[in-house]
């Protein structure tokens, strides 16, 4: 068998554990399984499975392609890998990890295990459905909890485990059957196993097992310590053997010891003419019937014991919402900073962007004033050049000023300018024909003289 701390050091420097940020880095959450606790369950793998190094800052998240987390508390009660089909079948079904069940769950598992074996019922994921509703813990830990208004299924199966979450180990999953196919990190997203569908002979085998005596549905296991794990720790059905011839040697009742005798032989003298008087018997059937009364004790302390563990874990599982709920306002309070932060940039970016747009109005004035400047230089230009044409044209006595489209300029340029404007250059035209005609005659008159 290969130890943990022999042939692989390289390999598992090559292949780091990543952690997933799912559990919080805690004392009470590190890892405290060692290398001399895993000494004692090796026995429950097969002979070639590697185990990792005792690390004790690991974390029950941690997750790698090469290394796959067990929790300890199943070895301690008689399971080994590869487990049972009724078992690995719920791991399938819901897609968890082995380390997100709560220790809750391999109890109710391992006994419905034993029954199956024992009993002969065919128990499937949808009867265990039928019995039990998944809820989660929180920190995505799971539990099995009972129907609403129904009794406990299976009974002793909730008890205070110490440290339970701290107690896991790795093993390589190339060295182990099917290891390669086991998930490589937990499942977050909603689980349930309601949507099962009970058939008729599933509801039968249901009934069959609600049948049973409450002492063959419940959780059966010896374990040598509770804290430390056997390294005799029985296989599924030398477990159910032993619970079996256990229960049949300690089975007897009160009435029993009532009428037990003494095993030592008294030897009486007594004179033969005269007897020994009978004391007067009292009570007698007040004492039978508390001795009838008594025998329903053992019950009921183990329905006490029930609805203790029963209500323990409801204030685990609440003490785990409430880490939840906190950590859920961290991180809103964290993301209310964030969004300040968020809105502080975006007014400094906005208080910018209107700087920004004030300066390129601005600009844009400045250059519409400066391309208006431009233009009417230009035009300015360009009517000086044609006045100054026009002027050497009329000074030139050969020049033929019917070659000039007055009519032609008139129209264009009403079509750019104003009416009132437009009226002004018939009349400078008349003046400046009057000018002509006036000039014609006086040469004419000139000429005559």
Not at 56 to 85: C, H, K, M, N
Not at 202 to 212: C, G, H, I, S, T
Not at 328 to 350: F, N, R, S, T
Request: with cysteine.
């Amino acid at each position: 068998m290969l130890l943990r701390n022999s042939p692989h050091k390289k390999h598992e420097k090559s292949s780091p554990l990543k952690c997933q940020g799912i559990i919080k880095d805690a004392p009470t959450e590190r890892c405290c399984f060692t290398d001399a606790h895993v000494d004692r369950i090796r026995h429950c793998f097969s002979a070639n499975a590697v185990f990792k190094s005792f690390a004790p800052t690991a974390l029950s998240d941690f997750v790698s392609d090469v290394w796959v987390a067990f929790p300890a508390t199943l070895f301690t009660i008689g399971y080994s890998y590869p487990f049972p089909t009724f078992t690995q079948s719920f791991f399938s079904l819901t897609g968890i990890s082995y380390i997100q069940a709560m220790p809750m769950i391999w109890r109710v598992l391992y006994t419905f295990e034993r029954i199956i074996e024992q009993k002969g019922i065919d128990l499937g994921m949808a009867e265990l459905a039928e019995l039990y509703d998944l809820t989660t813990f929180g920190s995505h830990r799971y539990l099995l909890k009972r129907k609403a208004g129904e009794d406990h299924p299976v009974f002793k199966v909730t008890k205070n485990d110490t440290n339970w979450k701290r107690r896991f180990f790795f093993v390589r999953r190339d060295t182990i059957p099917d290891g390669k196919d086991l998930p490589k990190e937990w499942a977050t997203h909603a689980i349930s196993i309601a949507h099962l569908k009970l058939t008729p002979a599933a509801r039968e085998r249901v009934l069959a097992f609600k049948k049973l005596d409450p002492e063959v549905r419940s959780f059966q296991v010896i374990v040598q310590d509770s804290q430390e794990v056997s390294s005799a720790s029985a296989t599924m059905s030398s477990v159910g053997k032993s619970a079996k011839s256990a229960k049949s040697a300690s089975k007897f009742g009160i009435d029993d010891l009532a009428n037990v005798k003494s095993s030592r032989k008294k030897t009486s003298v007594a004179s033969p003419s005269a007897s020994a008087p009978k004391a007067p018997i009292r009570g007698k059937g007040k004492k039978r019937k508390a001795l009838e009364d008594l025998q329903g004790f053992p019950l009921l302390r183990q329905q006490f014991l029930d609805y203790v563990n029963e209500k323990l874990a409801e204030v685990e599982t609440y003490l785990g919402h409430v880490e939840d709920q906190e950590s859920q306002i961290a991180d809103l309070q964290q993301m209310g900073v964030l969004k300040d932060l968020k809105i502080a940039d975006l007014e400094k970016e906005l208080r910018a962007t209107k700087d920004e747009a004030a300066q390129m109005l601005i600009n844009m004035d400045g250059e519409k004033q400066e391309i208006t400047q431009d233009a009417k230089v230009s035009a300015a230009i360009a009517m000086y050049k044609i006045q100054l044409q026009m002027a050497a044209e009329a000074q030139d006595p050969a020049f033929d000023k019917s070659s000039w489209d007055v009519e032609g300029w008139k129209a264009r340029l009403a079509e750019l300018e104003d009416e009132d404007e437009a009226e002004e250059i018939p009349m400078l035209e008349g003046g400046d024909a009057d000018k002509d005609q006036g000039g014609e005659a006086g040469g004419d008159g000139a000429a005559k003289v």
